[in-house]
């Protein structure tokens, strides 16, 4: 079947740094890619849609100049948190559809900000 | 938006007996509405969904429901094992290449020994 991986899986990174996590569709061509956080327990909540060799769509409260996404091409899109602040600590997660309309989700990633 | 409200938040079941989680949805055009199981620090997975189309679908022992008049939609589960204590979510979107999914609060299901 269909595999999105994500990359990486687990990160931390100081305080006001900025790190990026890929998101690649690995047998399957994305045009839309959509990027998902989740606190701990709590639900997963939209962050934006990426579209590939077009902006971005971010949800509304999503700061776009902070969560910096690019998808550069139909198998990867890359999700950069800049200037992290503790607060940003969650997992990231990036789901992607293929042409028959199935949705696969990447692994997460865990961001830890100290 | 779309909003998706989720109940109950917990739920404890014996082994053996049936858990039904329910979801509410606030656009009527929402079609797609997946449900997922989630360990903690796992991606989702999807275990059932329905499109508008079909009122109500069934894999094995897990089953949905969906009232379109009413939008809501539910999740059954009969025969509860051990392994069906998780985390579930139910989401709602727009679906035929739109897949943004709205999630529910989610229900932390226990299934008592």
């Known amino acids: 079947g269909a595999v999105v991986s994500q990359h990486p899986s687990r990160v931390i990174c100081k305080s006001g740094t900025s790190v990026k996590i890929e998101c690649r569709s690995l047998d399957f061509q994305a045009t839309t890619m959509f990027w998902y956080r989740q606190f701990p327990k709590q639900s997963l909540m939209l962050m934006a849609t990426?579209?590939?060799?077009?902006?971005?769509?971010?949800e509304q409260g999503v700061e776009k100049d902070k969560f910096l996404i690019n998808h550069a091409s139909l198998t990867l899109s890359t999700l950069t948190v800049t200037s992290a602040h503790p607060e940003d600590s969650s997992f990231y997660i990036c789901?992607?559809?293929?042409?028959?309309?199935?949705?696969?989700f990447g692994e997460g990633s865990w961001l830890t900000v100290v | 938006g779309e909003n998706v409200e989720q109940h109950p938040s917990t739920l404890s079941v014996q082994e053996g007996d049936s858990a039904v989680i329910k979801c509410t949805y606030s656009d009527s055009a929402s079609n797609y509405f997946p449900w997922y199981k989630q360990e903690l620090g796992k991606r989702p997975q999807l275990i059932i969904d329905i499109r508008s189309n079909v009122g109500e679908k069934k894999d094995q022992r897990i089953a949905v429901t969906l009232n379109k008049t009413a939008k809501h939609f539910s999740l059954h589960i009969t025969e509860t094992q051990p392994e069906d204590s998780a985390v579930y979510f139910c989401a709602a979107s727009y679906g035929f290449g739109n897949e943004k999914l709205t999630f529910g609060t989610g229900t932390r299901l226990t299934i008592i020994p």
């Open positions: 789901s992607a559809v293929t042409g028959g309309n199935t949705i696969y």
């Open positions: 990426s579209n590939e060799g077009s902006k971005a769509t971010y």
